[in-house]
């Protein structure tokens, strides 16, 4: 797994490659807490290359997205490929999240929130 964080228009876009999995949840965790502790809570996490994700790889999304809240802010995804966004939609996570096509449409979106 690869993480890659920007900024952009108030936004953390944060770009995950590869597989997020119980192998590499810790990292995710630590990056993304790292952003949270910082008041940081206007998340865009772009999927556009992660390959696969399982229960650990979830569960880490939807804590993330109760911590973002808790901080008034929000946690969105973006360019999720169809294998992805087959396991949100299993588990329903799907209505938990905006998803939008495209990273650079989220931030078109989402940056004046």
């Known amino acids: 797994m690869?993480?890659?964080?920007k900024a952009e228009n108030?936004?953390?876009i944060?770009?995950?490659s590869g597989t997020l999995d119980l192998q590499h949840v810790a990292e995710f965790k630590q990056q993304v807490s790292s952003l949270l502790k910082n008041g940081q809570a206007r998340?865009?996490?772009n999927l556009e290359n992660l390959e696969f994700i399982d229960s650990a790889g979830l569960e880490a999304f939807l804590s993330t997205l109760v911590t973002a809240k808790k901080?008034?802010?929000f946690v969105a995804l973006a360019s999720v490929k169809k294998t992805v966004a087959?396991?949100?939609e299993i588990t329903r996570m799907d209505k938990a999240f905006e998803i939008f096509?495209?990273?650079d449409e989220a931030i078109e979106k989402l940056a004046g929130r």
């Open 2 to 5: 690869k993480i890659e964080k």
């Open 10 to 12: 108030g936004l953390e």
């Open 14 to 16: 944060i770009s995950i």
């Open 43 to 45: 998340i865009v996490f």
């Open 71 to 73: 901080l008034g802010g």
């Open 86 to 88: 087959r396991v949100f």
């Open 101 to 103: 096509p495209s990273a």
